[in-house]
């Protein structure tokens, strides 16, 4: 299995008997939302088994595709290959938008030069076929020092969504970087490397602070605001930190949902409280509005994707999530009427 599996073994069983195991997988960036949301649950339901892992947003979906999971989470949408996958293997599921990240460039504590980069400039660092391989070489009043980088690799939805943003491209990424399965490698790699660049999830920054040192971000687009921004709670929600603000999700099963009522249970805790578990995980939550749709999406049992199969989709803000959930409950329920016409007709 591609990936390091980071397993939170909560697995209390009461004296009332058989308990039904919930099994979450899935992206690293989301396991802190999901692993507050798994200890809040338990500590609700001392009698229940909930598991949760983080295997990466990539080999998740695999595993969750496969029936092997409840619940899978991404920090990207579902890409096509997947799509089919789960056509292939008559899995049905919920995708429900949980929270915000603002995906963050990272240095070394030590360095005291670089205070915000371009997309451009990041984008000859990490593109396919760079050769830089020093500071001097982005901008040249920096250091002749060398440069040396680390990142997720392509198991990972960050890997996904960074190589896309910035380099226009999913995939889209230079051969010599050091390629970690887990957000706390590349953590751990870069803290320890004053001539290091990183980029991960904005929980892994606030919860490493005191060893790294954030880079903030010009996109050189007047519509999202002016000069270097860097990742907060108002940047990330207000849509001016582009084009690393990306949603976050999980992914439910709904055969093993309706086999299970467990995985129910646990799946409209974790939506009902999902504010204040991504608030605990260091990201942004949704304002009560977009919250409410995706409760609405879930308790309507509103089957497949807002996004297309597209996986990595750039600057979607919280009225693009609002509207992509009404486009998709509108036309759920014109496929629901067109289906009580069929069958009025047929009669």
Known sequence: MLGVLLTVALVLTGCGGDTQTVRVDGSSTVFPISRAAVDAYQQENPDSRVTASSSGTSAGFQRFMRGETDVTGASRPIRQ??????????????????????????????????????????????????????????RADFPDKPLRLYGRSPASGTFDYFTAAINGERGNMRDEYNASDTDNAVVQGVSRDENGMAFFGLSYYKNNSDILRLIAIDDQDPETGEGCVAPTAETVSNGTYQPLARPEFIYVNIDNMEANPAVEDFVRFYIENAAQFVEEAEYVPFEDEVYARVMERFENRIEGTMFGGSGPTIGVGMGTMLERMNANALQDDDDAASAADDAQADA
Do not use: K, M
């Open 81 to 138: 290959d997947e799509l089919e996958r789960s056509r292939e293997n008559n899995i049905r599921f919920i995708e429900l938008p949980i929270g915000y990240d603002g995906l963050t460039v990272i240095t070394h504590p030590t360095n005291d030069f670089v205070e915000c980069l371009t997309v451009e400039e990041l984008r000859s660092v990490w593109a396919r076929g760079s050769d830089v391989d020093s500071w001097n070489q982005i």
